[in-house]
């Protein structure tokens, strides 16, 4: 007859990970989401279409949506194993100063039309992950507001040039003014991309 070895609960307790329970419907459904596609699939869900489609959709056929698409696919991680990772730096210094990751949060345009808090969130997380924040011309929170939430936060700023330069110019001094180390200009937006319906 077999004989069995009943495991003690000391040796099982590690492998039992239980979850507090999270009582908050947003923060469950976001806990939930592993990846870019799964926050995707939640904000169809909760956003309305026009907006939804404003931030998901691009130009026409989409075609050089798919490529960006396609070249962050081709990249691929090449595993380091055996080595020492206790101290891992993803830190980058980025136009002068030092970034936690080489990467910043891209200005969108109309941003609280898709999420209430807008910029003011995207600069908060941006602040508490230590990575530079954009500000759009188009943005729907003024420039002071945006460096106001997150004074402790690294702030660029980004520039459409209107015909009117007087306003375009006194917008980049309030931004100065305001704390944010950098100015992106856009110049590939002479006019808009044409909405395809599908
Ligand atoms: C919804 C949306 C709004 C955007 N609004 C702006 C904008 O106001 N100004 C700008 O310079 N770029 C704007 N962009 C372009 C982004 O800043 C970024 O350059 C572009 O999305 C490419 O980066 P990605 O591959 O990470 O999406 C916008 C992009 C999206 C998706």
Same mark, same amino acid.
């Given at each position: 007859m077999v004989e069995r070895r009943i495991p003690k609960m000391r040796d099982l307790a590690p492998l039992m990970q239980f979850k507090k329970p999270e009582f908050n419907a947003r923060r469950r459904r976001l806990a939930a989401a592993t990846s870019i596609y799964d926050l995707r699939a939640i904000a169809k869900r909760v956003t309305p279409r026009a907006a939804f489609d404003y931030t998901d959709g691009a130009a026409e056929g989409e075609i050089s949506l798919a490529r960006a698409r396609q070249a962050f696919h081709d990249i691929e991680f090449h595993p380091s194993v055996l080595?020492?990772?206790s101290a891992v730096d993803t830190s980058r210094e980025v136009l002068g100063r030092t970034s936690a990751m080489p990467f910043g949060i891209a200005p969108t345009g109309f941003t609280r039309m898709m999420q209430t808090e807008g910029e003011r969130a995207g600069a908060t997380a941006a602040a508490a992950a230590g990575i530079p924040f954009s500000l759009s011309t188009?943005? @729907? @929170?003024s420039i002071e507001d945006v460096a106001a939430a997150a004074p402790d936060g690294r702030n660029w700023f980004q520039l459409y040039m209107w015909t009117d330069r007087e306003r375009s110019l006194a917008l980049v001094d309030r931004a100065a003014a305001a704390g944010y180390d950098a100015l992106i200009l856009t110049v590939d937006t002479p006019v808009g991309g044409a909405a395809c319906e599908t």
């Open positions: 080595r020492d990772v188009m943005g @729907t @929170t």
